[in-house]
């Protein structure tokens, strides 16, 4: 006879989800204020740059953001503040390692921390209307980051924008799907790629008692984009894909995972030097995680730890992912199987 003791069977079965009836669930940003927003902002980039003499040299970076989202009153109707309380960033080429760590002065010197400290003090706002919508910023223009690496002003906007125009503000459906524009902002040579993108509401969850929507994203560059603009290289959208999960009830998105897969290169017309490169890929993975919501007086107190104890406590966890929810089904069919192999 054989018995069945693995505990994941227990541990599974406490993540089971239940996939709603095909309700209409209003899929609208909503912040409160009085409250903290604590955000984590992983880029991964990855690109194949020409050295002379060396050919393609690949390249790869990590940039991580913890951001805090401090929520107020507006005469518009709130108004969120945005300021770094972490910023970390590492690069790898050929060998060589620059690291930038706000937290650790033994990473705090070189390229990177010129460029990335003065974003540690760096504070704007953004202002939404009451139907959640995005309609103005404060401060920034007085913004510094590290425009050559990819985090300036431009970037900045294009990231706080980027969950209010990602969600259609109304009731949708599952099986429903909508449009949205992005722009993504390319730096110094490449100017910035507009991004149609198709997003889908696939099914809504319950999670601990709480609804979860599932969110595809898929996208590609907007036509038209760039065409008759002054630009020294010319970078083309392969292949945009992505996953939202959006908490209903608390209004905000749990994730937001984007990978985009680029072309660029010099635009049609010009000539190439002979044995140049041509078209030069860039991959990009994107991942926004809220990790915890916190009372703002609170997170005042000066009760660091305290308070942020109370913000990972308070964030829900985000729903399965596909090969979770795989495993939790093989379990399951494994169970029933060494059930009947009871004996009566």
């Known amino acids: 006879m054989k018995t069945v003791t693995d505990t994941a069977f227990v541990v599974l079965g406490a993540l089971i989800l239940g996939v709603l009836p095909g309700e209409a669930v209003e899929l609208k940003l909503k912040w409160q204020p009085g409250k903290r927003y604590v955000f984590d902002n992983t880029a991964d980039s990855f690109m194949k740059m020409p050295l002379p003499g060396q050919g393609l040299i690949e390249t790869k970076g990590r940039m991580v953001l913890r951001v805090h989202n401090d929520?107020?009153?507006?005469?518009?109707?709130?108004?969120?503040?945005?300021?770094?309380?972490?910023?970390?960033?590492?690069?790898?080429?050929?060998g060589l390692v620059m690291e930038y760590d706000s937290s650790d002065p033994s990473k705090g010197g070189g390229l990177l921390g010129t460029v990335l400290k003065p974003m540690t003090e760096t504070k704007f706002a953004v202002i939404y209307?009451?139907?959640?919508?995005?309609?103005?910023?404060?401060?920034?223009?007085?913004?510094?980051?590290?425009?050559?690496?990819?985090?300036?002003?431009?970037?900045?906007?294009?990231?706080?924008?980027?969950?209010?125009?990602?969600?259609?503000?109304?009731?949708?459906?599952?099986g429903d799907s909508w449009k949205s524009e992005v722009?993504?902002?390319?730096?110094?040579?490449?100017?910035?790629?507009?991004?149609?993108?198709?997003?889908?509401?696939?099914?809504?969850?319950?999670?601990?008692?709480?609804?979860?929507?599932?969110?595809?994203?898929?996208?590609?560059?907007?036509?038209?984009?760039?065409?008759?603009a002054e630009e020294i290289l010319k970078t083309e959208v392969k292949e945009a894909t992505g996953m939202m999960l959006?908490?209903?009830?608390?209004?905000?998105?749990?994730?937001?995972?984007?990978?985009?897969?680029?072309?660029?290169?010099?635009?049609?017309?010009?000539?190439?030097?002979?044995?140049?490169?041509?078209?030069?890929?860039?991959?990009?993975?994107?991942?926004?995680?809220?990790?915890?919501?916190?009372?703002?007086?609170?997170?005042?107190?000066?009760?660091?730890?305290?308070?942020?104890?109370?913000?990972?406590?308070?964030?829900?966890?985000?729903?399965?992912n596909k090969e979770e929810k795989r495993a939790r089904r093989k379990a399951r069919k494994a169970k029933r199987k060494a059930e009947k192999a009871q004996p009566e």
């Open 71 to 94: 929520v107020s009153a507006h005469e518009k109707g709130t108004k969120v503040s945005h300021a770094f309380d972490s910023v970390r960033m590492r690069q790898e080429m050929q």
């Open 129 to 174: 209307d009451k139907k959640g919508k995005m309609v103005g910023f404060e401060g920034l223009d007085d913004v510094q980051g590290a425009d050559q690496l990819g985090m300036g002003k431009e970037e900045l906007e294009a990231m706080a924008r980027q969950s209010s125009e990602f969600l259609p503000g109304r009731d949708v459906k599952p």
């Open 183 to 228: 722009d993504l902002p390319m730096g110094e040579l490449g100017g910035k790629v507009t991004i149609d993108y198709t997003l889908k509401l696939e099914n809504v969850v319950e999670q601990e008692g709480r609804k979860v929507a599932r969110i595809s994203i898929s996208g590609k560059t907007k036509e038209g984009d760039g065409e008759g």
């Open 246 to 320: 959006f908490d209903i009830d608390l209004g905000q998105p749990l994730e937001v995972a984007t990978t985009i897969l680029l072309e660029t290169g010099l635009p049609a017309g010009i000539p190439q030097a002979e044995g140049a490169p041509g078209k030069l890929p860039i991959k990009s993975v994107s991942v926004a995680k809220l990790v915890g919501v916190e009372d703002l007086k609170e997170a005042a107190s000066g009760s660091r730890g305290e308070s942020k104890a109370k913000a990972e406590s308070t964030a829900p966890a985000p729903a399965e």
